[in-house]
């Protein structure tokens, strides 16, 4: 798992055909939160975890109640 998590098995995992997981994790890749590597035929996807922290953290700020 560390090169991350190939298509086929996100496909296989929740369902979905493998077009449309690829379009969602090309949009995932392109806001930063996953990071993608092609090895041979097969595109892994992981999770980028300092960006996924920062993206949480500025939604919290804004979501916080202002008193």
């Not at 296989?12 to 035929?41: E, W, Y």
């Amino acid at each position: 798992m560390d090169d991350g998590v190939c298509v086929g098995f996100i496909t296989k995992k929740i369902g979905l055909s493998q077009p449309t997981v690829t379009f969602h994790m090309q949009t995932l890749a392109k806001a930063g939160l996953v990071v993608p590597k092609r090895i041979k035929n097969w595109v892994y996807y992981k999770l980028d975890t300092p960006s996924i922290d920062r993206c949480l953290n500025e939604l919290g700020d804004v979501l916080r109640p202002q008193y």
